[in-house]
């Protein structure tokens, strides 16, 4: 039988693999909170893995798979206990923090909606889907940082609609691969801009200053969530703030070339953000 330390390391190994700027930022928690965050990073790791990474698998096994999980993800919160090597970790820490579960289900439609969408016509449908993708793990987090006032809800929705338009931003290439456009049609055709050629041309610059400066005004409303949070938690969260915003900076660097560079953040820069953060 699978022990809460055994999905709680699980959990961690997920996130330090998949996700080296929030699992560079947590270290900044107290230790005693970290591994919640790790559990709330391994649950949506796996449910996107089951959408995008188990190989050529046809969509309606895709659904019925991502359907299950949810289903037993639900179960096992509902009996307080699971034996599942990563949800066990995931019901401890939503009933210690009592997060509410409807998150998990706005998630898990998002991540249904990877299985059939491919492009989206306009930003507020792009939204629709962020809300479940994205916005919806700064809620879950919530809790868990422990803010002083309920107002700091929706600066912590807005840094993870900002966090997933930097991930649109950075990832057009992976993602064409994939069959997906996360840019609003209703912009490439402002801009004129095909990303399907995968040409940086003037067209294709003016459409990402564009959705740059877009994200950028999510970062700057998410920032006024820092200072309603302990301290702990406002330096975790402005170091993973400062950290995933660079990679907006990278991407200009890069002349906004996405398709043969992949925009990132060296480790040795993360660590020196970190450590400075803890002294």
Request: with cysteine.
């Amino acid at each position: 039988m699978t022990t809460l330390a055994e999905s709680y390391a699980r959990c961690r190994v997920l996130n330090r693999q998949f996700g080296t700027t929030y699992y560079a930022a947590s270290y900044l928690l107290p230790r005693v909170k970290r591994h919640h965050v790790h559990a709330l990073y391994g649950f949506c790791r796996h449910a996107d893995d089951i959408v995008d990474d188990v190989g050529p698998v046809a969509v309606d096994v895709r659904a019925k798979v991502l359907t299950e999980f949810g289903d037993r993800f639900f179960a096992d919160l509902e009996r307080g206990r699971s034996d599942d090597l990563v949800l066990k970790a995931v019901v401890h820490t939503v009933r210690a923090f009592d997060i509410d579960p409807g998150c998990f289900r706005r998630f898990l439609r998002s991540m249904a909606m990877d299985l059939t969408i491919e492009r989206y016509a306009t930003f507020d449908d792009l939204r629709d889907y962020m809300d479940g993708s994205a916005a919806v793990i700064g809620e879950m987090m919530l809790p868990i940082l422990e803010p002083r006032t309920i107002e700091a809800l929706e600066p912590a929705r807005d840094l993870g609609i900002a966090f997933q338009l930097t991930n649109f931003l950075r990832d057009v290439g992976e993602d064409l691969d994939r069959g997906r456009v996360y840019l609003p049609h209703e912009d490439l055709v402002r801009f004129g801009a095909e990303p399907d050629r995968r040409s940086v041309d003037r067209a294709w610059r003016d459409l990402m200053a564009f959705e740059i400066a877009r994200a950028r005004r999510y970062y700057s409303s998410a920032l006024r969530g820092v200072p309603m949070l302990p301290p702990a938690s406002a330096r975790c969260i402005a170091i993973a703030h400062r950290m995933y915003g660079e990679i907006l900076g990278r991407i200009e660097a890069n002349d906004f070339d996405v398709f043969s560079k992949r925009a990132r953040v060296p480790t040795w820069r993360k660590l020196f953000l970190v450590a400075t953060a803890m002294l």
